[in-house]
Nanobody, 123 residues
Framework: QVQLVESGGGLVQAGGSLRLSCAAS????????MGWFRQAPGKDREFVAA????????YYAASVKGRFTISRDNAKYAMYLQMNSLKPEDTAVYYC????????????????WGQGTQVTVSS
């Protein structure tokens, strides 16, 4: 079992930055691939970024590539999402998730989810 808690969301102007954190507890975080997903009102949950067990490989949705950076610190049971050059279309609830796979880009692979943190980008 893994418990996940997101933090760091908030209200920011377009062009600004936010850093989301995901604190994990339970089994060793290094056993899990991790990911960030988001869900805007009226839309399906969508993949944002993923990182493998060790943090050596990262994957991004085309819409955030070059603006967002995913990272993890297994010793601290933590994962992060640095979001730069934010746009109003980035507004959503952001979720962190864990999968027993090395990595996955599909939300169906993820067994464990946090409660989400709201990110709102004003124009």
């Amino acid at each position: 079992q893994v418990q996940l808690v997101e933090s760091g969301g908030g209200l920011v102007q377009a062009g600004g930055s936010l850093r989301l954190s995901c604190a994990a507890s339970g089994r060793a975080l290094s056993r899990y691939g991790m990911g960030w997903f988001r869900q805007a009102p009226g839309k399906d949950r969508e993949f944002v970024a993923a990182i493998d067990y060790s943090g050596s490989s990262t994957y991004y949705a085309a819409s955030v590539k070059g603006r967002f950076t995913i990272s993890r610190d297994n010793a601290k049971y933590a994962m992060y999402l640095q979001m730069n050059s934010l746009k109003p279309e980035d507004t959503a609830v952001y979720y962190c998730a864990a999968t027993p796979l090395a990595y996955c880009l599909n939300y169906g692979c993820y067994n464990y989810w946090g409660q989400g943190t709201q990110v709102t980008v004003s124009s």
